[in-house]
């Protein structure tokens, strides 16, 4: 036998004894396969969410002051809910919520962040909204969507400037709220002054739930109203442990529960022949009394916790999930034709798009709460505000910067998905059976805060654009837009804060380097009494030349004046211009001096000069122009020659007519505490504001005034300045006025120095 005959002998045998146990091998193999699939199965339905209906979702906004600590109390409700197994924090730049480059790097949140809880059965979806009024639409957005805020109110500051803030929009919302009285572990914490603070500056129905035993550092149990009993708190979180209330604390507690037994009872008849009957309600009537009175914002019930231990944490989600209505309880969402449409799963599908935003790696996310109908992946949907029709590829349960995967959701829950093709905030997707549903949009607050803004090197002015409308679009507090006038691009914003957040996205996201610097001001030119003014354009070059003759007399313009001069009318047309005002032009030619034909181009050449005034350059108005002379030639009049002659006639007379400089006027509303009414007053008094009256809003002061646009430079920052925060403004274009006779003087010394610079 040779080497080669010895090697098939080999694998002969080896093939035989392969066949003797294939079909035992298959068999194990089969066995091994069946349990891998069942062991995946079973992994893959661990990590499947559950679909929760609509009475077991609550929707809530945690809102409040900067440094309040909402986005570690949603970090530890996140923890108590299941979502994450580790509470991460600010300092160690770890949370679920604040994973932005630009919340890590300033250790304060800028975006609004969606997170949800699971506890007791039921879903709690959370949104940790940014403290500072320059994020404000961040706040409205949320608030827009959900049925309770959770103010939460750092107990060694009390209430303080985002807290206002907080109020005032669940107030103008209509939005059930409460107290979550936070830090208490803090060394100069203090409840009952944070209380009496909240009490005196909002309202009297703030009432106390749970109030602290131990406050600061030894912080560890409450006194909980509802339950009647201590709760004591692990530091870390975890189970809470309930006890008898002691001795010590019996009547304080007696004090407080007496009035939070009265209060629920408020919320409906029977409990409230109950309490008459017994003077005191059941742990479930208490809690629907609760339910009823904070829907109605008859109650503010007050919690409390500590964050960053996650101390009391627990019990909150148990409060909400009992105490919160479910979105079909709530509001019924309105619709652009004044229609009501209820929380309702058994109807066809509808959402609003209240939020949109990039993330990395998976470009445009859409934020949905679904109002009526379910959704479930590869739907086919409708935008129905512009026909477009859409796909839902993929669905998010999303918790900050982790997104869990859903292949359903129903009516009431806030879910996320990606890849739209044209969806942005304030829009409505429907069924395509549906697609006469459009929800009415989001009313955001109005920008304070103006910049002119270009990027350092000219090349990147088209990036630069794109960039601020893409920003301008996930965030409705944004506007961009070249001012043709100005000739500047302009980007308006809710504060210098949130400016600077736009300038450190294109500075270290985009690397786009920009300058921001103070807008010009919008002035109109005018005149105050009549001017007569001629100009011959006359041009000869060696072939055809140019003539042409204008004489002109030029009126001021006044509302209800009648068209009437010392010449006759031939032919009037009236302009409203697009800048506002008018200019009405009179042809008062007699005897053919100027040809009709070259009337237009008479008025062009006025309109042109117009457009560009003669004394700063701004848009003029208010004018009425006589044409009632002028001369022709047979054979070098054109319409060049007359547009010219026009122009420099208009600008002759123009000069001559009293011009004056107008201004454009805010009315300004400003919103104080009562104790630094004063600064503020002194301060709106040196930016040549006119105080049209006051009013009082609970302790604040308002005071509203007529100031000019000139003056508001970076008001925004100065009122913060002054009110250490607290103070808040909006203002509306209200009208022009002349300017006083030193700020003409010191503009038109300004526009002619720029002219000779320019030359």
Request: proline share 3%; glycine share 8%.
């Amino acid at each position: 036998m040779n080497l080669f005959q010895f090697f098939l002998y080999l694998c002969t045998v080896n093939y035989c004894k392969g066949g003797f146990n294939r079909s035992a091998n298959r068999n194990l193999n089969e066995v091994k396969t069946t349990s891998y699939n069942l062991q995946k199965q079973k992994q893959t339905n661990i990590n499947i969410m559950k679909v929760y209906q609509t009475n077991e979702i609550r929707n809530i906004a945690l809102i409040g002051g900067a440094k309040s600590g909402k986005t570690t109390l949603a970090e530890a409700m996140a923890f108590e809910g299941g979502v994450v197994s580790r509470r991460g924090t600010i300092d160690d730049k770890n949370t679920i919520s604040d994973y932005r480059e630009i919340e890590l790097d300033r250790k304060n949140s800028v975006v609004a962040s969606l997170l949800y809880a699971e506890y007791s059965g039921k879903k709690i979806n959370i949104i940790d909204c940014p403290g500072m009024a320059d994020y404000a639409g961040e706040m409205v957005s949320a608030l827009s969507i959900v049925e309770a805020a959770a103010i939460v109110v750092n107990a060694q500051a009390g209430a303080e400037a985002g807290t206002d803030l907080a109020w005032r929009y669940t107030k103008k919302g209509s939005v059930p709220a409460m107290f979550v009285i936070n830090q208490l572990d803090g060394e100069k914490a203090n409840f009952e002054d944070a209380l009496k603070q909240l009490q005196e500056n909002y309202s009297d129905n703030i009432t106390v739930c749970q109030y602290p035993v131990n406050v600061g550092s030894g912080f560890d149990a409450v006194i909980d109203l509802v339950l009647n009993k201590m709760l004591k708190f692990p530091k870390g979180g975890g189970k809470f442990e309930t006890v008898d209330i002691p001795d010590a604390e019996k009547d304080r507690a007696e004090k407080y529960r007496k009035h939070l037994v009265e209060a629920s009872a408020a919320g409906a008849d029977d409990l409230m022949e109950k309490y008459f009957e017994t003077e005191d309600l059941t742990i479930d009537e208490m809690r629907r009394g609760i339910k009823l009175c904070m829907a109605s914002r008859g109650m503010f019930p007050v919690m409390c916790v500590v964050g960053k231990e996650a101390q009391g944490v627990a019990r909150l989600l148990e409060f909400i999930g009992n105490n919160v209505i479910a979105p079909n309880e709530g509001k019924a969402r309105k619709t652009t034709d004044d229609k009501d449409i209820a929380v309702n799963a058994a109807e066809p599908f509808s959402a609003f798009i209240f939020k949109s935003s990039l993330e990395q790696h998976l470009g445009e996310m859409s934020y949905m709460k679904i109002v009526t109908g379910e959704v479930t992946e590869s739907m086919d949907v409708v935008n129905s505000v512009n026909g477009g029709k859409e796909r839902i590829s993929q669905m998010f349960a999303v918790a900050g910067k982790n997104r869990a995967k859903i292949e359903k959701a129903v009516a009431g829950d806030i879910i996320a998905t990606i890849k739209l093709k044209d969806v942005k905030t304030n829009q409505t997707l429907t069924s395509p059976k549906n697609t006469n549903i459009v929800f009415e949009k989001i009313t955001f607050p109005e920008p304070i805060f103006s910049t002119a803004i270009k990027a350092v090197n000219s090349s990147d002015d088209e990036k630069l654009g794109m960039l601020l409308n893409t920003m301008s679009a996930a965030d409705p507090t944004l506007l961009v837009g070249y001012s043709r006038e100005l000739k500047q691009l302009i980007l308006q914003g809710m504060g210098e804060f949130h400016i600077n957040t736009v300038k450190w996205y294109l500075n270290n996201l985009h690397k786009l380097q920009v300058d921001l610097f103070a807008p010009k001001i919008p002035y109109r030119e005018t005149i105050t009494k009549n001017a007569e003014a001629m100009y011959r354009h006359k041009k000869q070059s060696g072939g055809a030349g140019q003539f042409g003759e204008v004489h002109m007399l030029i009126e001021p313009y006044y509302d209800g004046m009648a068209n009437q001069t010392k010449y006759p009318i031939r032919g009037t047309e009236t302009h409203d211009l697009s800048w506002g005002g008018k200019l009405v032009f009179n042809n008062c030619i007699v005897g053919g001096a100027i040809d009709a034909r070259f009337q237009p181009a008479i008025l062009k050449g006025i309109m042109e000069k117009m457009e560009e005034g003669p004394l700063t350059g701004s848009y003029a108005r208010d004018i009425v122009v006589n044409i009632y002379d002028g001369k022709m030639h047979d054979v070098d009049s054109n319409e060049m020659a007359f547009k010219l002659a026009g122009r420099n006639a208009f600008r002759e007379g123009f000069k001559n007519a009293g011009p004056k400089i107008l201004e454009p006027i805010y009315d300004v509303e400003v919103m104080v505490p009562a104790d630094r009414m004063g600064d503020v007053m002194t301060d709106l008094q040196g930016r040549r504001a006119v105080v049209m009256g006051m009013d009082s809003d609970g302790g604040f002061q308002i005071i509203k005034a007529k100031v000019p646009l000139a003056e508001m430079n970076r008001y925004s920052t100065a009122l913060s300045s002054i009110t250490s925060g607290r103070g808040s403004y909006g203002m509306k274009f209200a009208e022009y006025t002349q300017v006083p006779a030193d700020v003409q003087t010191a503009l038109l010394k300004a526009y002619e120095a720029e002219q000779k610079d320019d030359e």
